[in-house]
T-cell receptor
Framework: EDQVTQSPEALRLQEGESSSLNCSYTVSGLRGLFWYRQDPGKGPEFLFTLYSAGEEKEKERLKATLTKKESFLHITAPKPEDSATYLC????????????FGRGTSLIVHP | NAGVTQTPKFQVLKTGQSMTLQCAQD?????MSWYRQDPGMGLRLIHYSVGAGITDQGEVPNGYNVSRSTTEDFPLRLLSAAPSQTSVYFCASSPRWTGKSYEQYFGPGTRLTVT
């Protein structure tokens, strides 16, 4: 059974204080790993897809990296507008093609 | 493109009532899915479809029914609402997997309360 574990559950940062969110996964062959951002009262919004270990992708203050067992979402010099819940999901080889989601990390950035 | 639309945005039901949550997408995506999101539980898959006429169960299918008669629409039916079905429901769609993984596009959600 595919499993996705995100840590920490919640993270509070001061503006400018860089940190990382973790997504550990167990799948029978990885097709793709996704990161989403979700604002309160809204649907998840796509950020990145990673396909293979060693791959990295960047968007503004966010950088996603992937190893064979986990992915990190690095947030550099965060701003209050980066406050959101960040969700990780994995799509496994075989099966339904529908990704399995972790429970998310709630990030609050204080000014 | 409107993307993925969901109606209604809010709904209150009494225990035992039935209703249909509507979901439509205008991107010609083959894959569609329904999730529920509860505090601390993340997104849990209810039902999904890989094309018109094809549906399958996800992680938490009990008490829900789906059908997919067209590519665009994927309604979710609550057969006899229970308080345990109080949740936020999200519909999502994505292109068919063709050797590349495509991200899902999510609707704005339906907040359902069952009393």
């Amino acid at each position: 059974e595919d499993q996705v574990t995100q840590s920490p559950e919640a993270l509070r940062l001061q503006e400018g204080e860089s940190s990382s969110l973790n997504c550990s996964y167990t799948v029978s062959g990885l097709r793709g790993l996704f990161w989403y951002r979700q604002d309160p009262g809204k649907g998840p919004e796509f950020l990145f897809t990673l396909y293979s270990a060693g791959e990295e992708k960047e968007k503004e203050r966010l950088k996603a990296t992937l190893t064979k067992k986990e992915s990190f979402l690095h947030i550099t010099a965060p701003k209050p507008e980066d406050s959101a819940t960040y969700l990780c999901a994995v799509q496994a080889r075989g099966g339904s093609y529908i990704p399995t989601f972790g429970r998310g990390t709630s990030l609050i950035v204080h000014p | 493109n409107a993307g993925v639309t969901q109606t209604p945005k809010f709904q209150v039901l009494k225990t035992g009532q039935s209703m249909t949550l509507q979901c439509a997408q205008d991107m010609n995506h083959e894959y569609m899915s329904w999730y529920r999101q509860d505090p601390g539980m993340g997104l849990r898959l209810i039902h999904y479809s890989v094309g018109a006429g094809i549906t399958d169960q996800g992680e938490v299918p009990n008490g829900y029914n789906v059908s997919r008669s067209t590519t665009e629409d994927f309604p979710l039916r609550l057969l006899s609402a229970a308080p345990s079905q109080t949740s936020v429901y999200f519909c999502a769609s994505s292109p068919r997997w063709t050797g590349k993984s495509y991200e899902q596009y999510f609707g704005p959600g339906t907040r359902l309360t069952v009393t």
